[in-house]
T-cell receptor
């Protein structure tokens, strides 16, 4: 059963702590993306990756970091430098870097207090 | 800067009615316009998409209308059903954003659709 998995579904952290969100895909897709979803603001691109060991900043990369050591995995670290980290985070993948159909995971809701 | 503006923010429709969601853009480099549907607690899923050389695309009860000169496009849901209740996002793709050859999607703010039985 192919798809994208994100874990955990809910995550709670104290302010000042770094936290890493997991994203795994078994679709054999080259491109992967991280979005942040806030009410009334749509989906905003944090980082994206075309291939292994390659990634680019999106529109709101400040306070976030990523790695792409394996084709299947694209973890996102929310650092203490992110001023407003509480949000719903979505990982997506697409078969190529041309960003046609993107397949989304179920998301991780991060709450930082 | 919001490059794709979506309206309304929320929409309530009776079962059997027509739901209409509108989007407008400024960037003429956009070349592909998808709509995504998101149910609560889930990730978005592609619903329907259109290219700017086509004025209308229909898939079942869902239709995209595209007006290139006005830089506007809209989603029409005919015979709306309670199961259509979800958040809908329009999006626009640009190739070569940021000096790369990559495609990048820019999303609208989303519309929460509620269909009453």
């Amino acid at each position: 059963d192919g798809g994208i998995t994100q874990s955990p579904k809910y995550l709670f952290r104290k302010e000042g702590q770094n936290v890493t969100l997991s994203c795994e895909q078994n679709l054999n897709h080259d491109a992967m993306y991280w979005y942040r979803q806030d009410p009334g603001q749509g989906l905003r691109l944090i980082y994206y990756s075309q291939i292994v060991n390659d990634f680019q900043k999106g529109d709101i990369a400040e306070g976030y970091s990523v790695s792409r050591e394996k084709k299947e995995s694209f973890p996102l670290t929310v650092t203490s430098a992110q001023k407003n980290p509480t949000a719903f985070y979505l990982c997506a993948s697409s078969i190529s870097n041309l960003a046609y159909e993107q397949y989304f995971g179920p998301g991780t809701r991060l709450t930082v207090t | 800067q919001q490059q794709v503006k979506q309206s309304p923010q929320s929409l309530i429709v009776q079962k059997g009615g027509i739901s209409i969601i509108n989007c407008a853009y400024e960037n003429t480099a956009f070349d592909y316009f998808p709509w995504y549907q998101q149910f609560p607690g889930k990730g978005p899923a592609l619903l329907i998409a259109i290219r700017p050389d086509v004025s209308e695309k229909k898939e079942g009860r869902f239709t995209i209308s595209f007006n290139k000169s006005a830089k506007q496009f809209s989603l029409h849901i005919m015979d709306s059903q309670p199961g259509d209740s979800a958040t809908y996002f329009c999006a626009a793709r640009q190739l070569g954003a940021g000096g790369t050859s990559y495609g990048k999607l820019t999303f609208g703010q989303g519309t929460i659709l509620t269909v009453h039985p």
